[in-house]
């Protein structure tokens, strides 16, 4: 099963969303960006709430672009749920026409056992969702689209469900779209992630791709990366390059040619920017006798020592789970990581300290301009 998106276009009022071109497998594909990119526009195509002006999308090769949405055997979840409320849960789900075997078969898999006799007024958020979810499933739809199910939850609840829904997705075995302003959500969830801004796709790959080599500043931006450097290419290496950011030299393990297609980001003299996700970055005791990252102790190697450098932290910030850490490494630039609270205690963080901070050349992603719109 296989849903393709080629040469999709729409224009209303001032926006304009395509052309976009898509594949989607037998996957999660979390769609990420910030509101008004065209993410719902996309859901709506796709389940033929709206028209496209031009292109196809076909479903295991059948086109679906004409045809009524009832007649697309598509499944449609919205940020609220949709449920009619003088319904009880159980009649809910049996709306598509689902045998009480499904429906019981349903709540099981979404633990909707004891909620099946109330309405949703009487509901919390997150059962409110999962008996929206087992509605659409009742239908045994082809492919299966969310729009941002779990943005009007309680972050626990969020938390919970995002690791319920993984494992779901993944058993269906059909296209799954699910769009998200949440990069946590859409790392967490999706087997591929891509990024719309502005009615087109910038990016498509996994959640490590794009975490850790985004396509541009855009990009790294919104996936959380606030690790951005202007820097210029001082010398090609046979494994990679070597970058000035300020006054500080870095180490960049990149492939290819100088000067090949594509590949301006290598080119001796070349204009950069140097992108290093904040979950990269390691911070030890200056002595370098221990080396952390933002989860784990990590054994340093001769690679990851290439770029060993020695900073004062700037400023932190307790984010519940995690501290948020700038540090300045020089000539004003700063690299902000996070850590968990063990690490923050063992290493006395505390604004105007000295620490050890270590960034793999693996780790150290360069933009050419070119990348930029």
């Known amino acids: 099963m296989t849903l393709d998106l080629s040469a999709l276009e729409t224009s209303y009022a001032d926006f304009d969303f395509g052309p976009v071109d898509l594949t989607v497998d037998r996957e999660v594909l979390a769609v990420l960006g910030p509101s008004g990119s065209g993410k719902s526009t996309m859901l709506s195509l796709v389940a033929g709430i709206t028209t496209p002006d031009s292109g196809s999308i076909t479903l295991d090769g059948r086109e679906l672009v004409g045809r009524p949405p009832e007649d697309r055997n598509v499944g449609i979840v919205f940020q609220e749920g949709a449920l009619f409320p003088h319904m009880t849960a159980r009649e809910n789900v049996a709306y598509a026409g689902a045998s009480d075997d499904r429906v019981t078969e349903l709540a099981a898999m979404l633990e909707l056992g004891d909620v099946l006799d109330r309405r949703p007024p009487t509901l919390s958020g997150g059962e409110r969702q999962r008996v929206a979810l087992a509605r659409t499933l009742a239908a045994d739809p082809d492919a299966l689209l969310l729009d941002e199910p779990l943005s009007s939850l309680d972050a ?123 979950s990269r970055v390691e911070l030890g005791a200056p002595d370098g006798a221990t080396r952390t990252g933002s989860d784990a102790t990590r054994a340093g190697t001769d690679a990851a020592r290439a770029n060993a450098l020695t900073g004062t932290v700037a400023r932190w910030l307790h984010e519940g789970t995690d501290y948020r850490i700038e540090v300045e490494v020089g000539d004003g630039i700063g690299f902000t990581t996070t850590v968990r609270p063990p690490t923050f205690d063992r290493l006395g963080v505390d604004r105007g300290v000295e620490l050890a901070v270590s960034v793999p050349p693996e780790a150290v992603h360069l933009i050419p301009r070119s990348a930029e719109r």
Do not use: W
């Open 156 to 278: 626990p609840i969020r938390r919970r469900l995002r690791d319920e829904l993984h494992d779901l997705f993944t058993s269906l075995d059909v296209p799954v779209l699910y769009v998200t302003h949440d990069q946590r959500t859409a790392t967490a969830l999706g087997d591929r992630v891509a990024i719309v801004r502005d009615g087109t796709i910038e990016q498509v790959g996994s959640p490590s791709t794009v975490l850790d080599r985004p396509a541009n500043r855009f990009v790294a931006r919104f996936t959380g990366n606030e690790n951005l450097f202007e820097g210029r290419v001082v010398e090609r290496t046979a494994d990679g390059a070597r970058v000035r950011v300020g006054g500080t030299t870095l180490r960049a393990a990149v492939s290819g040619d100088a000067g090949s297609d594509g590949d301006e980001s290598v080119a001796t003299g070349s204009t950069v920017t140097v992108s290093v996700h904040p």
